[in-house]
Structures are given as structure tokens and as C-alpha cells.
């Protein structure tokens, strides 16, 4: 079985700071993890992706996520928001063993103040 | 950009209606995929293929149906609409297998049974 919990619906901060959206997931097999955006009105969009490569993970826009497999986490952070940053993200897990069934967590919608 | 399309990108329409939700995609995906999305909820997989004339169903229960008949393309039909099948549905594919590609997404179809 896995899940995926997305800890916050919404995340609100203001043009210029930091971003924290966090992730945890559960998995029988090691998993690969996945960050999606979806801005108003479009499609899910990769951000980046862990598969059981290096830890930390870089992606599109500055965003980079660290699995820390202690923690069964993959939190998404960004140094700096922008303004363009305001979006749904969403978190994804795929066991990489079994049924690979694709588990989507609800969402976290993004607000940046400027 | 993606090359995955979806139309209509909204319809409104009665109950009992016949509708059909059209996905193309213009790069050569074996597989393809139709996912159910909530405000708030994660997303569902109710369809899936993984190439022409194989179609599967998803996690989710679906009174839709799809059809594989060509490589790009992944209709998704509805007999007779009703409010409950209110949602935004979306189509994506995917070169390889999931666990270490990407999902494509289209920009949706948002879907409104009165």
C-alpha cells in the first residue's frame, strides 16, 4: 500500500522569500517521487523528480526537493518566490516495485503576496 | 509545452446526454492515461492504455468509456451524462514507464452536467 499527504492545502508567502511545501509519503517498495505544478487553467506540469538517484533534487524555476528516506519526506522548497509561482502543486509517489500505481497527494495551492 | 491537447476545454450540458472528450497527443506516447480531478481531492486514474486497442480500467470506477484505435489519440466517452459526472478530466501519456518518465498532461476538460 502507499499514500501520500500533503501536509498543507494552502501556503501563503510573501514575493521574495522562502517556500516550504511539504510531503510525506508512504511506500512498500522504494519509491520515486515526483513533484507536479499546475497553474490556473492547465495541465500538470513535472517540476522535478527522485529516482533513486542523488538526494537532493533540482528542478524547473529554482524549486529543488531533498528525499530523506528517514523522514519518508520530499518536502519542495524554493530560496526566493515569485510572483509567477502562485499554482497547485502537487506531490506524487510511484513504487518502484509491485503494481506501479501512480498515488497523487490533494494539492497545495500557493499564494505569493507581493 | 507539452503536445498533448484536450477539447473541449468546458461543456455544459444536459443530463442524459451522449458527450465525448477528445485527447491527442503528437508525440508518439504508447501510453496514455485519463485522470478524474476534485477540488481538493487528488487525482484519480479511471482510464488507461498502453497502445492501440489495449484500453484498462483505472482505480477509480467510471460509468465513461475509451477507445485505442490510433497511437495519438484517446477518447474518452460518457452514454448518458449526470451531475455526478461533474469533474475536470484529464488526458496524459507517458514515453516510458511511469516510475522513471514523466507524465505529459493536457490543459483539461472541465465537464458540467445540469
Known amino acids: 500500500a502507499q499514500s501520500v499527504t500533503q501536509l498543507d492545502s494552502h501556503v501563503s508567502v510573501s514575493e521574495g522569500t522562502p517556500v516550504l511545501l511539504r510531503c510525506n509519503y508512504s511506500?512498500?517498495?522504494?519509491?520515486?517521487l515526483f513533484w507536479y505544478v499546475q497553474h490556473p487553467n492547465k495541465g500538470l506540469q513535472l517540476l522535478l523528480k527522485?529516482?533513486?538517484?542523488?538526494?537532493l533534487v533540482k528542478g524547473i524555476n529554482g524549486f529543488e526537493a531533498e528525499f530523506k528516506k528517514s523522514e519518508t519526506s520530499f518536502h519542495l522548497t524554493k530560496p526566493s518566490a515569485h510572483m509567477s509561482d502562485a499554482a497547485e502543486y502537487f506531490c506524487?509517489?510511484?513504487?518502484?516495485?509491485?503494481?506501479?500505481?501512480?498515488?497523487f497527494g490533494t494539492g497545495t495551492k500557493l499564494q505569493v503576496i507581493p | 509545452e507539452a503536445d498533448i491537447y484536450q477539447t473541449p476545454r468546458y461543456l455544459v450540458i444536459g443530463t442524459g446526454k451522449k458527450i465525448t472528450l477528445e485527447c491527442s497527443q503528437t508525440?508518439?506516447?504508447?501510453?496514455m492515461y485519463w485522470y478524474q480531478q476534485d477540488p481538493g481531492m487528488e487525482l484519480h486514474l479511471i482510464h488507461y492504455?498502453?497502445?492501440?486497442?489495449?484500453?484498462e480500467k483505472g482505480d477509480l470506477s467510471s460509468e465513461s468509456t475509451v477507445s485505442r484505435i490510433r497511437t495519438e489519440h484517446f477518447p474518452l466517452t460518457l452514454e448518458s451524462a449526470r451531475p455526478s459526472h461533474t469533474s475536470q478530466y484529464l488526458c496524459?501519456?507517458?514515453?516510458?514507464?511511469?516510475?522513471?518518465?514523466?507524465?505529459?498532461f493536457g490543459e483539461g476538460s472541465r465537464l458540467t452536467v445540469l
Open positions: 496524459a501519456s507517458s514515453e516510458i514507464g511511469v516510475v522513471d518518465g514523466e507524465l505529459f
Open positions: 511506500s512498500s517498495y522504494s519509491p520515486s
Open positions: 527522485y529516482t533513486s538517484a542523488a538526494t
Open positions: 506524487v509517489v510511484i513504487p518502484t516495485g509491485g503494481y506501479q500505481k501512480v498515488t
Open positions: 508525440m508518439g506516447h504508447d501510453k
Open positions: 492504455s498502453y497502445g492501440v486497442n489495449s484500453t
